[in-house]
């Protein structure tokens, strides 16, 4: 399984940003796709998942504002990211759930101005 992660950018606070995460190979034998983030000096934090049957799940501080999808046509889920704030700035990873090993995308950066 392999994932690449884009879309990230420069945006200015309350702006918008789509992210992709688009995987190849054994797609088959993914179960979910997460999407994390890190922020500089902290650690990587937990912001969504999709699973392969559609359920989704959010952590409670981007409720409202992230939007989690997928188009299985393009082997993508995405990231809407809307209202963005100056502490939403981090590098942006997805993440690839498998039973017995996790895939993680490159990561893309996402910067917020104030």
């Known amino acids: 399984v392999q994932l690449q992660a884009f879309g990230g950018g420069l945006v200015q606070a309350g702006g918008s940003l789509r992210l992709s995460c688009a995987a190849s190979?054994?797609?088959?034998?993914?179960?979910?796709i997460n999407w994390y983030r890190q922020a500089p000096g902290k650690q990587r934090e937990y912001l969504a998942g999709?699973?392969?049957?559609?359920?989704?799940n959010y952590v409670d501080s981007i409720k409202g504002r992230f939007t989690i999808s997928r188009d299985n046509a393009k082997n993508t889920v995405y990231l809407q990211m809307n209202s963005l704030k100056p502490e939403d700035t981090a590098v942006y990873y997805c993440?690839?759930?498998?039973?017995?090993?996790?895939?993680w995308g490159q990561g893309t950066l996402v910067t917020v101005s104030s």
């Open positions: 190979g054994s797609i088959f034998s993914i179960n979910a």
């Open positions: 993440k690839a759930i498998r039973v017995d090993i996790d895939y």
């Open positions: 999709i699973t392969k049957g559609g359920m989704i």
